[in-house]
Structures are given as structure tokens and as C-alpha cells.
Antibody, heavy 120, light 110 residues
Framework: QVHLVESGGGLVKPGGSLRLSCLGS????????MNWIRQAPGKGLQWISY????????NYADSVRGRFTISRDNAKNTLYLQMNSLTVDDTAIYYC?????????????WGQGTLVTVSS | QSILTQPPSASGTPGQRVTISCSGS????????VNWYQQFPGTAPRLLNY???QRPSGVPDRFSDSKSGTSASLAIDGLQSEDEADYYC???????????FGGGTKLTVL
């Protein structure tokens, strides 16, 4: 059974940093693009970033480019999101989602999400 | 960053057919497949329809999607109470080289 589990969320002050992790199981992690998607409280979904199977290709939403860094360790079946210079607008549930063999197909499945709260 | 345009709400009675629209532009909906996601309160989204009316296993064929030009739509036939959820469209954008989501449509079953 394909499964994604995020961790690393929590309360952080504005300007602070946090690193999220997403552990994949039940599939060959190294064969799939991976994504981070977030959802602010009571709001819609926002794609944040993707990474290709080897990590050669990445892209970010304008709202996080230069502050967030996506990475992966295929040996550990784990996707990461390093978040720096956090602002209150970054408060959201962060989901990791499996892509396909390319960037532009779909997200399936999604993890259960991890909540990041940025507040003083 | 721009989003795809969905109506904020939709409603129907059990057994009815309901459609939810998703409007974009040439670089996203007009050029690429539109995917649809269903989200119940307090849970993660799940893939509902993808790549020209394909459905993951377990999704009933009451759910179908279509696209014309820069607009897409999700149709739900034989509406059931358990269909009450938020629905999101998403499409790859060739100019952004990234994904866009619709703002979401809250479906109420009356």
C-alpha cells in the first residue's frame, strides 16, 4: 500500500526556520517526482515545489522561491522541505504528494499533512 | 501567483447531476490535462479524476470530467450525501513550469 507520512511541523517565530520530512513507503520512491503542496487554514490548495527523480530538476512557487529548498534522499525514501525566513503567511498544513515519472501529470497519493504555524 | 477560477460553492439534491467549472488560460487548462481532487473536512485531498476522464481505482464512475478550450468541468451524476466535500481542479502551467490550483468549490448536498 502506497503511503506518505509527513513530519517536522510545529510552531515557529517569524523569521525562523523549519525542515519538513516526508517518508514514502509501498512504492519505488526513486521512480517518482515528488511535490510539496500547502493549505492555509480555511483556504485552498497551493502548489509549493517539485523535485525530479534524481533531484536534477526543481521548481518553486514565486511565494517561496529563495526561501524554501526541496531535496530528497532516495536511499531513505524521504523528501524534505527546508523552510527559511518564515512569515505568518506561511502558516498552513503542508502536504507531500507523489507525482509520476514527469512533473506535469497529477498528485497521487497525498500524505496526511503536517501543520506549520508561524507566530510570535 | 494566479489560480484557476472555480465557483466557491455548488449544491444539489440527492440523485441530481451537478457540475463544477474550472476556468484557466492557454498556458494551463488550454494546453494541459486538468485533474480534480476531492477533500473532506480535516482530511488530505485525494485524486478524483485525471488526464481526460480517468479515475483511480475506488472512484465511482458517477464522477466524470470534460474540457473545452480553456475551461474544464467536473460532473457528478446521481448525487449522494457522501459527495459533500470540497473539490479542486489543478493544471500544469507551461509558462510557470509549475502547478496551479483552482480556489476550490464547496459542494453541499441539500
Amino acid at each position: 500500500q502506497v503511503h506518505l507520512v509527513e513530519s517536522g511541523g510545529g510552531l515557529v517565530k517569524p523569521g525562523g526556520s523549519l525542515r519538513l520530512s516526508c517518508l514514502g513507503s509501498g512504492f519505488r520512491f526513486e521512480d517518482y517526482y515528488m511535490n510539496w503542496i500547502r493549505q492555509a487554514p480555511g483556504k485552498g490548495l497551493q502548489w509549493i515545489s517539485y523535485m525530479s527523480v534524481t533531484g536534477s530538476f526543481t521548481n518553486y512557487a514565486d511565494s517561496v522561491r529563495g526561501r524554501f529548498t526541496i531535496s530528497r534522499d532516495n536511499a531513505k525514501n524521504t523528501l524534505y522541505l527546508q523552510m527559511n525566513s518564515l512569515t505568518v503567511d506561511d502558516t498552513a498544513i503542508y502536504y507531500c504528494a507523489r507525482g509520476t515519472v514527469a512533473a506535469r501529470h497529477y498528485f497521487d497519493p497525498w500524505g496526511q499533512g503536517t501543520l506549520v504555524t508561524v507566530s510570535s | 501567483q494566479s489560480i484557476l477560477t472555480q465557483p466557491p460553492s455548488a449544491s444539489g439534491t440527492p440523485g441530481q447531476r451537478v457540475t463544477i467549472s474550472c476556468s484557466g488560460s492557454r498556458s494551463n487548462v488550454g494546453t494541459n490535462f486538468v485533474n480534480w481532487y476531492q477533500q473532506f473536512p480535516g482530511t488530505a485531498p485525494r485524486l478524483l479524476n485525471y488526464e481526460n476522464n480517468q479515475r483511480p481505482s475506488g472512484v465511482p464512475d458517477r464522477f466524470s470530467d470534460s474540457k473545452s478550450g480553456t475551461s474544464a468541468s467536473l460532473a457528478i451524476d446521481g448525487l449522494q450525501s457522501e459527495d459533500e466535500a470540497d473539490y479542486y481542479c489543478a493544471a500544469w502551467d507551461d509558462d510557470l513550469k509549475g502547478w496551479l490550483f483552482g480556489g476550490g468549490t464547496k459542494l453541499t448536498v441539500l
